[in-house]
């Protein structure tokens, strides 16, 4: 049940965000243009709701659609917690499935920061021969590499294989070279999967231009999200040059995809210990790199900016350390351009105001909070109060847009609520509960609009079996979607 529809009638629905008895809501044209009692519009298809709840479709404020749907495809590393783990898991791999001959074995989900063991070329030399292996880091940010795939690479002459940062971006994106039609279906694989989950649009982030793929992919048939595709400073002239500014619809999508925010990167990650911190890492003080590391100076960042919102593109900075945190909103200040900070995971205690005085969303990713939990407690002593700080973000004003960074963590919005609700995961104590919103400002956050739907809105919705207002953390961890409604037509129906 997934073409178009020119009326549909939910009958007996009941409202996420209202009080009341159950309501009929006729959709015409993508919209929602009545809400009541008994509606009967002629020539609608009636499909009867039996009082499940309707809300807004969500949204995912931060991905990376191309590498979440390479990641489904690649090893997974997520259960290593050494890196002589990683290891084995590499050699059991290609013991059982061996990539084509002159292929890469590529794995994906590592992370080291709490790993008795580091990891180093000879560990996956020894079990991988003449193949080539590239693993990458659950954040993106770190990728580990045998000798043979660093020879490949232009870097056989580094002493461990692990390489950060700029070089494991540039590794990264040669390694997700796929042929289109590869890359395609599983991206269309992974929309599918994201639309059960009752997603309606992502705000795609990808380091490579991805505006053009998306309308190719909208005009060969895959059209489950909405999407709003960014661009980064390397392609921020060609951008320009085209006259594209943030909200414009690409032609021939119809009204699918549009022109996304301008992303800059500022510092480094957690897990990699190069988030740009006011304080040094604990053992790194004094040493270069200790409090991490700035990839873009103040006068740079300005310039940007400046350079970005006059030409009608909204800023996305991704600031990590609350040092990158200040840099980013002084920047902000000194232009005067609204915008985002992406992550905005340590905050100092000067700066929680200033987002809503400065008009500046936190985008932030509350599973990240659940993945690191442990590995902040030992990098970030004394600073976890105001780490990951949801609750002083919006208790200082702030307006803040939930998302996964998918693949560091999946695609998954209810995940991504009962993260921010709950602050725990796994039977462990809630981490710093006094950070916990209300499930109310998590799904609007989700979704970008207040919860109530009424007529005149969008008919971008999700229907559920229980009210996610309601639902507990492990409920919304598992929540049950029975439908995903896109602009008036069924992206994921379950519904008899």
């Known amino acids: ?14 409202m996420v965000g209202t009080e009341g008895n159950p309501v009929d809501v006729l959709v015409e044209k993508g919209m929602i243009t009545a809400m009541g009692e008994a509606l009967d519009p002629d020539g609608a298809e009636v499909v009867d709701l039996g009082g499940r709840w309707v809300s807004p479709g969500l949204w995912d404020s931060h991905v990376h659609m191309d590498q979440w749907a390479l990641m489904r495809q690649r090893l997974d590393l997520s259960s290593a917690t050494s890196a002589a783990a990683a290891a084995s898991l590499v050699g059991e791999r290609l013991r059982s499935t061996p990539p084509p001959a002159g292929q890469p074995l590529i794995g994906y989900g590592f992370q080291d920061g709490l790993w008795p063991d580091a990891p180093a070329r000879a560990l996956l030399d020894a079990v991988s021969a003449d193949v080539p292996v590239v693993l990458v880091s659950k954040d993106l940010h770190a990728l580990w590499l045998n000798s043979s795939a660093l020879t490949e690479h232009g870097h056989g002459d580094h ?14 994106t040669r390694i997700s070279a796929v042929p289109e039609e590869h890359l395609d279906r ?16 992502v705000v795609d982030l990808e380091m490579t ?60 990650s957690l897990n990699t210990r190069t988030a740009f911190c006011h304080d040094p890492y604990p053992g790194l003080e004094g040493a270069e790199g200790g409090r991490g590391i700035s990839t873009v100076d103040s006068r740079q960042l300005v310039d940007y900016l400046y350079q970005a919102s006059s030409a009608g593109l909204v800023p996305a900075v991704h600031a990590i350390g609350d040092a990158a945190n200040s840099l980013a909103l002084d920047a902000f ?6 915008g985002s900070i992406e992550h905005a ?47 002083s973000l919006v208790g200082a004003g702030a307006r803040i847009t939930l998302g996964s960074d998918a693949p560091v963590a999946q695609l998954d919005p209810w995940v991504s609520m009962a993260a921010a609700v709950s602050r725990a995961r796994d039977g462990r104590e809630a981490w710093h509960p006094e950070q916990r919103v209300l499930s109310s400002v998590a799904l609007a956050a989700s979704t970008g609009r207040h919860p109530a739907l009424r007529a005149g809105s969008v008919a971008d919705l999700v229907v559920t079996e ?14 049950e979607v029975s439908a995903t409604m896109l602009g008036g037509r069924w992206t994921h129906f379950t519904l008899g």
């Open 1 to 14: 049940m997934t073409g178009d529809m020119a009326a549909v009638l939910l009958r007996s629905a009941r």
């Open 159 to 172: 002493p461990t294989g692990l390489l950060r940062e700029q070089p494991a971006f540039e590794i990264n």
């Open 186 to 201: 599983w991206v269309s694989a992974a929309v599918d999967a994201a639309a059960a989950r009752g997603v309606v649009g």
């Open 209 to 268: 231009l991805s505006i053009d793929r998306w309308a190719r992919r909208v005009a060969g048939g895959i059209r489950g999200l909405r999407v709003r595709a960014g661009v980064y400073p390397h392609d921020l002239d060609a951008v320009i040059a085209r006259g594209l500014r943030t909200g414009d619809i690409i032609n021939g999508t119809d009204g699918l995809v549009a022109m996304g925010p301008f992303k800059i990167i500022t510092d480094g």
């Open 333 to 338: 200040e000194e232009v005067g351009c609204g």
């Open 345 to 391: 995971q340590l905050v100092h205690e000067h700066d929680f105001g200033r987002f809503a005085r400065l008009g500046i969303t936190a985008s932030v990713q509350p599973e990240h909070a659940m993945d690191d939990r442990d590995i902040a407690d030992r990098y970030w002593p004394g600073r976890t109060d105001r780490a990951f700080a949801f609750a």
């Open 466 to 479: 229980m009210d996610p207002l309601g639902a507990s953390d492990a409920q919304l961890r598992s929540f």
